[in-house]
């Protein structure tokens, strides 16, 4: 499985901007693909996750100002994000995972730059 994501760029505060992650290769079902990013000088984290069959969750920064989807007939994830403030600033990964994390695949990353 490979996981290509993209979409990051520089905005200012207030700004939005939409991350893709594109899947290829031996996929699987039942899958849960998820949004981490990490900031310089911090752990990665948890942003938002979603099912194959539609299901999300959100961690506490993104609720309210994040929006994530798939779209499963092109294996591709989104991520809306809205109201940007240089807290979003980061490296966002894409991840693949499968039940009981036997695949966990992730993608190579993508900046996003949130300054005035």
């Known amino acids: 499985v490979q996981l290509q994501a993209s979409g990051g760029g520089s905005v200012q505060p207030g700004g939005s901007l939409r991350l893709s992650c594109a899947a290829s290769g031996r996929l699987f079902s039942p899958n849960v693909m998820n949004w981490y990013r990490q900031a310089p000088g911090k752990q990665r984290e948890l942003v938002a996750s979603i099912t194959n069959t539609g299901i999300s969750e959100y961690e506490d920064p993104a609720k309210g100002r994040f929006t994530i989807s798939r779209d499963n007939t092109k294996n591709t994830m989104y991520l809306q994000m809205d109201s940007l403030s240089p807290e979003d600033t980061a490296v966002y990964y894409c991840?693949?995972?499968?039940?009981?994390?036997?695949?966990?695949?992730w993608g190579q990353g993508t900046l996003v730059t949130v300054s005035s």
């Open positions: 991840n693949m995972r499968g039940p009981g994390g036997i695949h966990d695949y």
